[in-house]
Nanobody, 125 residues
């Protein structure tokens, strides 16, 4: 069973930064594609970023490219999403996800296999 535990959400003013963490197992952090999604009120869940835990390949949605950075720490079995230059429209519940490595090439177009519990990010303008 793959378990993903998120932390790091909170409230910040526009222009500020937050870092989300997703704790996983060593197996997960060496075999899967790790992704980040978000869901704003009244909107569908959308893919934001991903990182291949094997080759480190990263991808981002256009809405966050240049502002968000995904990374991984295999020593601590944790994936991160560094969010800079936050905007009001980044306000959402953010979810960590894990999927097969092919998901990293498609922006999780086929969905994710496992999900974290979600963490709220609120950006005030």
């Amino acid at each position: 069973q793959v378990q993903l535990v998120e932390s790091g959400g909170g409230s910040v003013q526009a222009g500020g930064s937050l870092r989300l963490s997703c704790a996983a197992s060593a197996y997960t952090m060496s075999s899967f594609c790790m992704g980040w999604f978000r869901q704003a009120p009244g909107k569908e869940r959308e893919w934001v970023a991903s990182i291949d835990t094997v080759d480190g390949r990263k991808a981002y949605s256009d809405s966050v490219k240049g502002r968000f950075t995904s990374s991984k720490d295999n020593l601590n079995n944790t994936a991160y999403l560094q969010m800079n230059s936050l905007k009001f429209e980044d306000t959402a519940v953010y979810y960590c996800a894990a999927g097969w490595r092919t998901a990293c090439g498609t922006g999780f177009a086929g969905g994710a296999n496992y999900w974290g519990q979600g963490t709220q990010v609120t950006v005030s303008s």
